[in-house]
């Protein structure tokens, strides 16, 4: 669709600048004719000795000539008169001249001049020569950059039109992202306070006996207001904290060790103690959970998982995740991050866009497939400012 407007556009333009080619062509042709009408009028006029009773016709040609300019030299390079040059009748002779001058060289670069020559009546030997400068009338100078004109102003236009658009466009994803985010960090805070009330109920119940069950479901209550957390962090501007990145990633770590299988190891290398970065640590956690949860999925049970952290340059810190997983197939690394885009029967296809929503939109970094092979793994990089 993008490229049959786009070359409608092409057909457009080029049909537009052929057109005016065509008709400044036109009138150039139409120029040079009436330049050469008047050269031999002039001729005429000499050889004829018949300046006063010059035929009203040819009078009619060189009186209406008023739009070519041109400047009349005699066979020593005297200017003897013009035409059509705008000069005030106040200006000193100098002024003039310098003007004139000015013109003429712009006229010997135009065209080649015409010629008007004396000849002798009987032997046709020429006795005395004029030329004709001339150049083009300010309508056709007009239209030669017409259809450049034109076409930049339909240009700005078109850039204009589809900057509006595509930020209109824009701006309703980023309100479907934050309402849906709002919406449902609100809906689930009612339900979990009420949990939270249960919890402490059953906690000085004496009926209940097993103390446990009651500690578990308020782990997993806790989990929900991480949740509800995150969820509310998206739907607002997250504010970003200098925070100890290992420390973070180790919370995660921690966090998922119990839930995924024993047979995939999953290991923090920081290059540098300490190192900090600017972040939101409920949506920098969610990223890396989703990073991390596609490596499992990648690896059917079994393989190795790596986080390194490493000092970029400027202030920037990089965290890779790599995995030992089955890799991305070439052609669809580009899609990765696409909205819906999933290779899996049950996915969603919605981490890695959410993933790069947080890392690019909220902190002002980048998250991208550093590499990936087919059968061996892949790493995935974000970049962060410190
Ligand atoms: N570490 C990885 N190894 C192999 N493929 C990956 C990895 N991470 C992401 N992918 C590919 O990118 C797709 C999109 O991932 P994601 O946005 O998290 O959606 P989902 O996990 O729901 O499929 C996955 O379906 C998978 O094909
Ligand atoms: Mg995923």
Redesign the pocket.
Known sequence: MKWIVLLIAAVISAASIYYTDYLVNKLKEREIKSIEVFASSMEYTIENDVSDQLPSVIREIIVNNDEIPLIYVNSNDEIESWRNIEIDKNWSEEKKQNLLRKELEIMKDAYAPKHVFDRDEQTGEILDFWFIYYRNSFLLTQLTYYPIIQLAIIGVFGLIVYFIFSYSKTAEQNRVWVGLAKETAHQLGTPISSLMAWVEYFREDPGVKNKGVVEEINKDIKKLQLITERFSNIGSTPVLKEEKIEEIINNVVEYLKPRISTKINIEVISISDGVRANLNAPLFEWVLE??C???V???AGIGNIQIKILHGSDYRVFID?S?T????AKS?IK?????G????K??????????KRIIETYHKGKIF?KS?EENE??T?RIVLNS
């Open positions: 989703n990073l949860k596609n490596s999925d990648a690896m995740v995995d997983g089955k890799g991305i669809k899609h990765v991050f696409n909205p885009f999933s290779t899996k049950r996915g969603w296809g919605l981490g890695l866009t959410l993933a497939v990936s793994g892949t995935f």
